[in-house]
């Protein structure tokens, strides 16, 4: 029996023991690694991620196992929900070419509005947001159903773009057009919050806030802003009502 093999079935009673253990899962994908049982050493590998995010490790051992297998964007992506490491930045660099590769190549396989799209998340995640700005209303002018699921689908990419520029009069023309169509929208819902409050519109933003709560109770992002909304509301009321 090899090394590994030993070594798999001592991190696998342990396990058996106390089968939420990061540390144990990162040590057995590392052994199912090298086995190349690669889709259970990926499994082990994404638990302890889960359990676990400030362990390095388990981004590692993950994304060598997706390189292996072929498919270097998930790996990339999976080593930038990482925390700050060096081998994390090591690692990413290594597979960041290949990755790139494969995503360039998977854009060219599209056409029309879909490949522009694509071509526009791209560039949004280079940090160039006035090209992606430029290509996503490109990509819009291509569809001929402007409340295709796809065409929606641009024009909160858009909105986004707009909210990164602080156009927010943008984003609440194009978030707007999308709830219009799909009212419960969370991510236009929530550009449109967003950008409600700098026009100073915050009863408005108040309503979508509730609306987005009424939905999802708890909502994180929501519910942080109700409470300051309300505020900002209330304060709004008091000037207008000349301070009383």
Not at 204 to 224: F, Q, T, Y
Request: charged share 30%; proline share 4%; hydrophobic share 40%.
């Amino acid at each position: 029996m090899s090394s590994a093999s030993k070594a798999l079935e001592s991190y696998s009673a342990g396990l058996n023991v106390e089968p939420n253990h990061a540390i144990l899962l990162s040590n057995r994908a590392l052994c199912l690694h090298k086995l190349g049982r690669l889709e259970e050493a990926l499994t082990d590998a994404k638990r302890c991620t889960a359990l676990q995010p400030d362990l390095f490790k388990g981004f590692c051992r993950g994304a060598m196992v997706l390189k292996e297998l072929g498919r270097p964007c998930e790996a990339l992506e999976l080593l930038r929900k990482a925390p700050l490491h060096p081998e994390v930045e090591k690692l990413s660099a290594e597979v960041r070419p290949a990755a790139e590769a494969a995503e360039e190549a998977r854009i060219a396989s599209l056409s029309g509005a879909e490949r522009r799209k694509e071509e526009a998340n791209a560039m949004f995640k280079k940090g160039l947001v006035d090209q992606a700005l430029s290509l996503y209303s490109e990509a819009l002018s291509m569809c001929s159903d402007q409340a295709s699921e796809l065409a929606l689908t641009i024009r909160n990419n858009r909105a986004n773009c707009y909210n990164q520029l602080s156009n927010f009069e943008a984003v609440v023309e194009d978030t707007s057009f999308i709830l219009d169509r799909q009212p419960d929208n969370l991510k236009a819902l929530i550009r449109r919050i967003i950008a409600f409050e700098p026009l100073e519109k915050y009863e408005k933003a108040l309503e979508d806030a509730w609306h987005v709560l009424r939905h999802i109770p708890g909502h994180d992002v929501a519910n942080r802003l109700q409470h300051r909304l309300g505020k900002l509301v209330r304060d709004s009321q008091r000037e207008k009502n000349g301070g009383a």
